[in-house]
């Protein structure tokens, strides 16, 4: 334990992080939901709407990610180590960050329909982002780590699955299409939503490094 952990263990800790946390990952699963409707939906003026919907909560999230460093700058004693707080929020705003990102493409590049893999990497980023949330909810008491662990299990699973469709639609994107430049439009949205599930998967391990130091 280190030493900054062991005062944590004595003083007051400073809540409000908390708070912070739990609309970040509300922020997170509404946008990963709102992706997912984007991707299936067939209706132009709702494809419009949602995109002008994730750009706002994206900024709803930087928002958020903002408040949460200005705090740790001014705040003496934090509910756990300072830099987890720092990785956990800026792995957050990847993932959101990512999300609005395979969004602007689908935007800018008019795809107009998307494959069965974006829509399942869309689905997989939803997943994950819900269990990211069952997990944040739970940092506050720290009284169901076999809960959090199997939430943050669940999302190296759908990692794991992500990579997989990835790598499937790749190949087949390189092998089927003929069209240069819509295999490089299609690659890049797909490539977003990978990492996105990655960016997911990195804020599992700050959790776990959270529950580790905690023990």
């Known amino acids: ?11 007051p800790k400073e809540k409000k992080f ?13 946008i990963s939901k709102l992706l997912n409707e984007l991707v299936t939906t067939s209706s132009k003026e709702r494809r ?19 408040q949460i460093f200005n705090e740790l700058s001014s705040t003496f004693i934090t509910p756990f180590d ?3 707080i720092h990785a956990l929020t800026s792995a957050i705003d990847d ?44 940092l506050r008491n720290m009284k169901k780590v076999h809960q959090m662990r199997e939430a943050l299990v669940l999302i190296n699973s759908y990692e794991n699955h992500a990579d997989d469709v990835f790598d499937s639609a790749l190949a087949a994107l390189f092998e089927e299409e003929k069209d240069a430049i819509k295999l490089i439009k299609m690659k890049e949205v797909l490539a977003a939503l990978e990492t996105a599930t990655d960016k997911c998967e990195d804020a599992a391990n700050v959790i776990e490094s959270i529950l580790v130091k905690s023990a």
């Open 95 to 138: 993932i959101i960050d990512f999300i609005h990102g395979a969004s602007k493409r689908i935007e800018l590049y008019k795809v107009e329909e998307c494959t069965p893999a974006i829509v399942k990497l869309s689905e997989l980023i939803v997943k994950s982002s819900e269990q990211l949330q069952r997990a944040i909810k739970e």
């Open 18 to 30: 908390f708070t912070y946390f739990e609309k970040s990952s509300e922020i997170l699963v509404e």
């Open 1 to 11: 334990m280190s030493m900054n952990s062991f005062f944590q263990q004595l003083l």
């Open 48 to 66: 419009a709407e949602l995109i002008r919907q994730i750009e706002k909560t994206e900024h709803d999230g930087d928002e958020v990610a903002h």
């Open 82 to 84: 300072r830099e987890d």
